[in-house]
């Protein structure tokens, strides 16, 4: 299981679930907003190398 925050700036971050949320990037605050129990390989390896994983919305607009 999962659990999936979300902050101001409407990034993602992902960490297992009763896992504290680390201090990424100075983000800001952290609001949960639910737990998964599936996310697809590349969330799990991020999660399982680094204890979380985080995607920046401004990440997504960079095509």
Known sequence: MFDVY??????????????????????????????TASVSDEIKRAVQSHGYYMRKLKDI???
Not at 19 to 34: A, N
């Open 6 to 35: 979300l902050n101001d700036r409407r990034d993602l971050l992902i960490v297992r679930n009763g896992s504290p949320v680390p201090l990424v990037d100075g983000s800001g605050r952290w609001r949960k907003k639910k737990k």
């Open 61 to 63: 607009y960079k095509g």
